[in-house]
T-cell receptor, first 111, second 112 residues
Framework: GESVGLHLPTLSVQEGDNSIINCAYSNSASDYFIWYKQESGKGPQFIIDIRSNMDKRQGQRVTVLLNKTVKHLSLQIAATQPGDSAVYFCAENGNTDKLIFGTGTRLQVFP | NAGVTQTPKFQVLKTGQSMTLQCAQDMNHNSMYWYRQDPGMGLRLIYYSASEGTTDKGEVPNGYNVSRLNKREFSLRLESAAPSQTSVYFC???????????FGSGTRLTVV
């Protein structure tokens, strides 16, 4: 079946540096992608989303890039802070009304 | 607003016992979902309800049943718990046509 995957299970960055979390998706019919942040002991929280008619979208300190040619999605976090430490999930809709989630990348921020 | 509320937060069951996980949302969302989260496997859809009165199977429905009690509440039942059902369970809801799921804080279930 279709799946969403992540290249790096754990990413360690120094406070103040930029972080890039990558995601590969396999369903070419997906037209909506979303990033969630999950802190320890909590449910996933929405970060940013992007539709397939865009290749870049910016939020506060976060940017999502979409490359449909190679089916790749990335989340960039500027000036990473300790509070950014969490597991990050990408998800795609597979052109349905349900999301398919990736396995997650753990971001660790050290001083 | 409370958002999505799940109860209980923690539960330990013996193999063969039954229990119901409760979920309620106060955002007037149409669609509700139950996911389980296991290490290294991400979030997998168990059941969902696109609207009040309808329920459908997701990716991993075996061993579970659901009830969409009303627009606010969507419960998940384990009739005969098995150790393979040890997991963290998340309920989520959203508007029809939207993809911005709102998740609850989860129920950590251990079956011994």
């Amino acid at each position: 079946g279709e799946s969403v995957g992540l290249h790096l299970p754990t990413l360690s960055v120094q406070e103040g540096d930029n972080s890039i979390i990558n995601c590969a998706y396999s369903n070419s019919a997906s037209d909506y992608f979303i990033w969630y942040k999950q802190e320890s002991g909590k449910g996933p929280q929405f970060i940013i989303d992007i539709r397939s008619n865009m290749d870049k979208r910016q939020g506060q300190r976060v940017t999502v890039l979409l490359n449909k040619t190679v089916k790749h999605l990335s989340l960039q976090i500027a000036a990473t802070q300790p509070g950014d430490s969490a597991v990050y999930f990408c998800a795609e809709n597979g052109n349905t009304d349900k999301l398919i989630f990736g396995t997650g990348t753990r971001l660790q921020v050290f001083p | 607003n409370a958002g999505v509320t799940q109860t209980p937060k923690f539960q330990v069951l013996k193999t063969g016992q039954s229990m119901t996980l409760q979920c309620a949302q106060d955002m007037n969302h149409n669609s509700m979902y139950w996911y389980r989260q296991d290490p290294g496997m991400g979030l997998r859809l168990i059941y969902y309800s696109a609207s009040e009165g309808t329920t459908d199977k997701g990716e991993v429905p075996n061993g579970y049943n659901v009830s969409r009690l009303n627009k606010r509440e969507f419960s998940l039942r384990l009739e005969s718990a098995a150790p393979s059902q040890t997991s963290v369970y998340f309920c989520a809801s959203k508007w029809t046509g939207d993809y911005g799921y709102t998740f609850g804080s989860g129920t950590r279930l251990t079956v011994v």
